[in-house]
Nanobody, 116 residues
Framework: QVQFVEFGGGLMQAGGSLRLSCEAS???????MAWYREAPGKDRELVAT???????NYVDSVKGRFSASRDNAKNMVYLQMNDLKPEDTAVYYC???????????WGPGTQVTVSS
């Protein structure tokens, strides 16, 4: 089973930028990938999806601010987050689209905290 490791989170002021990275333990070059986030007290939500060719889709709340990309040769997926807002505070995860919270393998996530 593929394993994911996310990193790159941190504490930022509102308006700042962060770039998250996700490394997969095996090739994901033919796989759609996704970024999720889980804010305190809220359900895990899908933030972005990215196809093998790099085409990406985003939830409305991050459109125009977040940009997903990937390097298939390195089994890496990235999430560039600009103009961060306090409501972006969450633990961010990568996985396949449709990954199930309790039945699929998840990485440790990376914490993003945005202060106002």
């Amino acid at each position: 089973q593929v394993q994911f490791v996310e990193f790159g989170g941190g504490l930022m002021q509102a308006g700042g930028s962060l770039r998250l990275s996700c490394e997969a333990s095996r090739s994901i070059s033919l796989k759609n990938m996704a970024w999720y986030r889980e804010a305190p007290g809220k359900d895990r939500e899908l933030v972005a999806t990215i196809a093998p060719d790099g085409r990406a889709n985003y939830v409305d709340s991050v459109k125009g601010r977040f940009s997903a990309s990937r390097d298939n040769a390195k089994n890496m997926v990235y999430l560039q987050m600009n103009d961060l807002k306090p409501e972006d505070t969450a633990v961010y995860y990568c996985n396949y689209p449709g990954a199930r919270l309790y039945f699929d393998s998840w990485g440790p996530g990376t914490q993003v905290t945005v202060s106002s």
